[in-house]
T-cell receptor, first 110, second 114 residues
């Protein structure tokens, strides 16, 4: 299966703290993307990092990619209660068909 | 609001029945994707269309079929439904099929098979 795995499965932090979630995948990729899903809602695209990039920033988000280890991490800095959601990594091997990880459920406590 | 519209939002149906899920992509998007999200299988890619043509298949069961019409809307047909088909079905769209084009997801159609 191309599906990745995310770690931890669940994360609970205080507002203002940083949240880090990790993703491992199995196959070669063109890019890796992170999505957010509020409970039972649609997925929202957060950030894309290409296979030749090592780090990318967008606002309070920082993504790293290590293709040699087939892993990525998403850091959310200065978390807010509104960041409470599930976060998924998704890999694209080149056809723009995304294969999603298992997700990390983040809870930010006010 | 992603601009991708899915109907119905919720439906409950019995085993053995057939349902059709409908999707209107974002204005200007030519690629449509269908995904299934269930508790045991997670988020799975089912099928991709581009400008009316099937482009890629994922883990789509033979009981399921889809198509994209000339006006670019898409339908996912699920037949001979089983309890295990209960899931959230997402439609998504992008400008084109090229790798890296942002994919926008609809809010999903909740299917419950009883």
């Amino acid at each position: 299966s191309q599906q990745g795995e995310e770690d931890p499965q669940a994360l609970s932090i205080q507002e203002g703290e940083n949240a880090t979630m990790n993703c491992s995948y199995k196959t070669s990729i063109n890019n890796l993307q992170w999505y957010r899903q509020n409970s039972g809602r649609g997925l929202v695209h957060l950030i894309l990092i290409r296979s030749n990039e090592r780090e990318k920033h967008s606002g309070r988000l920082r993504v790293t990619l290590d293709t040699s280890k087939k892993s990525s991490s998403l850091l959310i800095t200065a978390s807010r209660a509104a960041d409470t959601a599930s976060y998924f990594c998704a890999t694209d091997a080149g056809a723009n068909n995304l294969f999603f990880g298992t997700g990390t459920r983040l809870t930010v406590i006010p | 609001d992603s601009g991708v519209t899915q109907t119905p939002k919720h439906l409950i149906t019995a085993t053995g029945q057939r349902v059709t899920l409908r999707c209107s992509p974002r204005s200007g998007d030519l690629s449509v994707y269908w995904y299934q999200q269930s508790l045991d299988q997670g988020l799975q890619f089912l099928i991709q269309y581009y400008n009316g043509e099937e482009r890629a298949k994922g883990n789509i069961l033979e009981r399921f079929s889809a198509q994209q019409f000339p006006d670019l809307h898409s339908e996912l047909n699920l037949s001979s439904l089983e309890l295990g088909d209960s899931a959230l079905y997402f439609c998504a769209s992008s400008v084109g099929p090229s790798s890296g084009n942002t994919i926008y997801f609809g809010e999903g159609s909740w299917l419950t098979v009883v």
